[in-house]
């Protein structure tokens, strides 16, 4: 993998802090989710992540991907839940393994599956040490996808060895997710700890509606700060949040 292909690195060059919107194709048409894209990027947001944990309809992911970047003009990340959400239309995908997925479908198989359509179409993959945290008393939607090695809030040490493991496989970057619409986000102390040991940029979601929490966020480390579910609920937030973040 070449720095060329990095597109993290050459974001945050420009921005010390970096804001990425989730869209879900299975949350609206198409054509809306082009202008969720167009709106958040008018708010600064620097790339559209496109994926959900039950998408699997390829020419559904197409069309979603065909009008953000026709609207918006940013960077689409593919965020794949399966081969099948692997759309040869966007800029790059994180290719990632799930790290405390207990199946080996998340570790190794459906990346297996998903490179012939990566490599065809030339989608520049981001490698990605994806770990999932319950925050949430009833499991959300991805933990009820994938069988896992539970991590909870206060499993410190344990995030902090997926981290390093992940940075030991020389992946590009380390996600600390607490799902789509967690009840909390991923502890400070967590982000912190993982910050102190791995170089790398360090994506969090889940769980962070408000300006205040993305920059509570930021300051313990996080490199990039993800929103899915607030930006449909209530668009402003985005706004709020990015100016959180970058000012």
Known sequence: MNDTMNLLKELLKKEKKLHFTLIDPE??????AGRRAEKSGDYGTDAIM???STVRDRSLVYETVKEIKDRSGLPTILFPNCAEAVSGNADY???????NSLDRRFLLGEQLKGVPVIKENKIKPISMGYMVVSMSAKPTTVEKAASLDRITGGDVEKAVNYALTAEYLNMECIYLEAG??????????????????VSVPIIVGGGIRDGRCAR?????????IVNGTVSEKDAGKIREIIDAIKK
Do not use: Y
């Open 93 to 99: 995908v994180f290719f990632m393994m799930l790290l």
């Open 216 to 224: 509570e966020k930021t300051n313990a480390g996080a490199d990039a």
């Open 50 to 52: 496109v994926g959900g």
């Open 180 to 197: 789509s619409g967690a009840e909390r986000p991923i502890p400070n102390e967590m982000i912190s700890a993982v910050r102190k040991v």
């Open 27 to 32: 949350n609206q048409t198409p054509k809306e």
